[in-house]
Each structure stands twice: as C-alpha cells, then as structure tokens.
C-alpha cells in the first residue's frame, strides 16, 4: 500500500501548498464514478487484516461478515486488541489502506462471497467529536434528526461560499472529513467568514459525479500526512 500513498504524496502537497486558500462560488459545471472515487486515496482507512495485507471480516450471524474501516489508527488498535482477546492464535495487525483502494478489495471479495449467500458489511468509523458537529450543522440546517440518523454515516466539511486551492489540475472546491480542518481553513481566509456546512461523504461523492468538470478534492486527512511522514522517514 506504500506505493498508492507515494503516489497521491505529489497531489497531496499540492494541495496545502497553496495558501492563502481562496474563497468562490464553485460554478455548476459529469466525471466517471472511479475517478471521483480515486479522490478517496488521501483518506487512509485502518483495518484488520492478516500479516499479508488481507482483510480479516468478522462473521456476524450465517449470511454477513463486519470488517470497519477506521479513520483512526488508534481506533483501529483498540479494535486489533479486542480481536487478538477473543482471538489468541489469530496473526492480525492493523493495515493502513487508501478508502478507495479498500474499497475496490471488498467488492471483490463480495463478488467471490455471492455464491455463498454471504456479503461483507463495512462501517466507516470516524470521530464521535466530527459526528455530532455535522448532526448539529444540518439540525440548524432543519434537516430532521430522523433523516440524519439515516443519511449521515461518514462526514464531510465544506464551506458557503466554497474555500478552493489551486491543484496541478486546476482550482477545486474543497470537502473536509475533519472539523477541525474546515475551522483552521475559514479561518485562514482574511475578511471573510465562510459558513461551514456539512454532508455525507456519498452526498460529496454524487456532486464530483453529477458536475460536468472535475472540480472537487477531499483535504488529506491528519492520518494521511502523518503515513507521508513516516514513509519519508523509511526512505531516507
């Protein structure tokens, strides 16, 4: 997995070179699905798998098996710590794997699970502190709590008007998983205080798709830079 972080490493830097990040009215302007879900790439999710790199389901029942996706490392530690308790001879370790990349393994292995009736089920688990800003953004937004119950599984940031940065292809329109990284990013734009709105990650997913060009990004996530870091670190 080393080699599709290295190669997201040049949009990455991109990315958060270009400072002062600016604010526009991103115009309504469709690209593939798997280019949309390539976007995904600086999201790393941390799972359970075998010392191969395999991931490692936990059955649930006769017909579906539970493998969540962490968008925290220590999550996902206290998880492989749960497993190795329940699960004393079972070779585990926590891997990190792009969101895209995981997600593209679990369709195959779903593919090869059909014939047995079986299907794998994958939570993104993110932080409980991000859930309940974005629960709180869209009840002031008068969307229902019922409505949020079903529809806000993993969230995403953005701002009204949109904060952009300038990448190799272009200025895009930014979606933030983190909070914390859409507050830092309002506050950076000088005599502007852009309105932090919030979605579901497939709600983001279904704009990249429907817009006529390519004019979104998801801001690397704290993770992914803390992966870039360590990989330098091997490398030199």
Do not use: C, W
């Not at 604010?23 to 075998?50: C, H």
């Not at 079903?150 to 983190?178: A, E």
């Amino acid at each position: 997995m080393q080699d599709v972080f290295a190669q997201a490493r040049s949009f990455a830097t991109a990315a958060i070179a270009a400072i002062p990040l600016a604010l526009t009215a991103v115009p309504a302007l469709a690209i593939p699905e798997d280019q949309a879900l390539k976007k995904l790439s600086v999201i790393p999710v941390f799972l359970l798998t075998s010392e191969q790199g395999v991931p490692l389901p936990i059955p649930q029942g006769d017909d579906k098996l539970l493998l969540p996706m962490f968008l925290q490392k220590t999550r996902a530690e206290k998880e492989l710590s749960t497993f190795k308790k329940t699960n004393p001879e079972a070779k585990a370790k926590v891997s990190a794997i792009p969101m895209n990349v995981a997600n593209d393994r679990v369709n195959e292995m779903n593919e090869k699970l059909e014939a047995d009736g079986k299907k794998i089920v994958t939570p993104v688990v993110g932080a409980q502190a991000d859930m309940k800003q974005a629960a709180a953004i869209l009840r002031n937004q008068g969307v229902s709590a019922e409505d949020i119950q079903k529809g806000l599984s993993v969230p995403v940031f953005f701002h009204n008007p949109f904060i952009t940065v300038k990448t190799p292809n272009g200025v895009k329109g930014v979606f933030f998983l983190s909070y914390g990284d859409a507050s830092r990013a309002a506050k950076s734009i000088q005599g502007a205080n852009p309105e932090i709105q919030a979605a579901d990650i497939t709600n983001a997913l279904a704009q990249m798709i429907e817009e006529k060009k390519d004019s979104f990004v998801f801001y690397p996530t704290a993770e992914f830079f803390t992966l870039m870091k360590e990989e330098g670190g091997k490398q030199n």
